[in-house]
T-cell receptor, first 113, second 115 residues
Framework: SQQGEEDPQALSIQEGENATMNCSYKTSINNLQWYRQNSGRGLVHLILIRSNEREKHSGRLRVTLDTSKKSSSLLITASRAADTASYFCATAYEAGNNRKLIWGLGTSLAVNP | GAVVSQHPSRVICKSGTSVKIECRSLDFQATTMFWYRQFPKQSLMLMATSNEGSKATYEQGVEKDKFLINHASLTLSTLTVTSAHPEDSSFYIC???????????FGPGTRLLVL
């Protein structure tokens, strides 16, 4: 079952604006990851933040993690129309010899040109 | 690097037939592959975890006799939907990880429509 919740469920912005998506989770984690999915396609890994990290950057992406609040945020700066996609957070946990991911419900981002 | 392919990308079949979906890691050896199912505008639901050379581990509520998984090599896992019914219509996505890897690399997905 999925434990992550993301908000907002849908976000519509203009090109050039920043987009912020939030993710909350319920249990202890090894790390939290953000993925992107274009419509009808597979997912692409964006960034991983470990439980002992608070902030991480990758290009126009900035991810924060607050383990005390069990929440994370993904900020996309200077958004482009090509950023239009669904964004999912996933928390990693150990399951026997495997590491599984629990997925959030996703945020659908529309960047209007 | 870390490219995963899926075949077919789209399949339409009649109710009662079986459909096989292949997931291949093209440029790395994947000891673990995951199979997900995704309904429209929803998140991913993990169906099973597939380890090379051993039986797949199915998530609660997923029928192992319905969704047969074979991971015969380090680069190939297959999911067979047996006796498919319209309710099995969905988007099936596989992913693969490097040994002890933390990131999952996803295939492009297979859209199954059962008539």
């Amino acid at each position: 079952s999925q434990q992550g919740e993301e908000d907002p469920q849908a976000l519509s912005i203009q090109e050039g604006e920043n987009a912020t998506m939030n993710c909350s989770y319920k249990t202890s984690i090894n790390n939290l990851q953000w993925y992107r999915q274009n419509s009808g396609r597979g997912l692409v890994h964006l960034i991983l933040i470990r439980s002992n990290e608070r902030e991480k950057h990758s290009g126009r992406l900035r991810v924060t993690l607050d383990t005390s609040k069990k929440s994370s945020s993904l900020l996309i700066t200077a958004s482009r129309a090509a950023d239009t996609a669904s964004y999912f957070c996933a928390t990693a946990y150990e399951a026997g010899n495997n590491r599984k991911l629990i997925w959030g419900l996703g945020t659908s981002l529309a960047v209007n040109p | 690097g870390a490219v995963v392919s899926q075949h077919p990308s789209r399949v339409i079949c009649k109710s009662g037939t079986s459909v096989k979906i292949e997931c291949r890691s093209l440029d790395f050896q994947a000891t673990t592959m995951f199979w997900y199912r995704q309904f429209p505008k929803q998140s991913l639901m993990l169906m099973a975890t597939s380890n090379e050379g051993s039986k797949a581990t199915y998530e609660q509520g997923v029928e192992k006799d319905k969704f047969l998984i074979n991971h015969a090599s380090l680069t190939l896992s297959t999911l067979t939907v047996t006796s498919a019914h319209p309710e099995d219509s969905s988007f099936y996505i596989c992913s693969a990880t490097l040994p002890r890897g933390e990131t999952q690399y996803f295939g492009p997905g297979t859209r199954l429509l059962v008539l």
